[in-house]
């Protein structure tokens, strides 16, 4: 079982930017693929960016395609979602997961996730 808290929420007018960050502990991390996912309101938990902790392959979501960067610093255990020109529809919690390394990217293939950060972007 890994263990994940998300930390980096808040409030931004549109076009601001916001870093979450998503501290790891527990089991070997080399084996996951870590992934963001975000639920806004009403909607269904969706994917937004994915890194594997050994490196490799990244992926993102159209909606934030070169506006958001998932990035992993190893020696913190920590995986980070820079997002920047952020909209109002970008407004959900945001949660970390940690996954299989390899598959598709599914919301119920993640078996470990944090407890949640909340984004607020206003008009």
């Known amino acids: 079982q890994v263990q994940l808290v998300e930390s980096g929420g808040g409030a931004v007018q549109a076009g601001g930017s916001l870093r979450l960050s998503c501290a790891a502990s527990?089991?070997?991390?080399?084996?996951?693929?870590m992934g963001w996912f975000r639920q806004a309101p009403g909607k269904e938990r969706e994917f937004v960016a994915a890194?594997?902790?050994?490196?490799?392959?990244?992926y993102y979501v159209d909606s934030v395609k070169g506006r958001f960067t998932i990035s992993r610093d190893n020696a913190k255990n920590t995986v980070y979602l820079q997002m920047n020109s952020l909209k109002p529809e970008d407004t959900a919690v945001y949660y970390c997961?940690?996954?299989?390394?390899?598959?598709?990217?599914?919301?119920?293939?993640?078996?470990?996730w944090g407890q949640g950060t909340q984004v607020t972007v206003s008009s």
């Open positions: 890194i594997r902790w050994s490196g490799g392959s990244i």
């Open positions: 527990g089991r070997t991390l080399s084996s996951y693929r």
């Open positions: 997961a940690a996954g299989p390394a390899v598959g598709l990217i599914r919301v119920t293939d993640f078996g470990s």
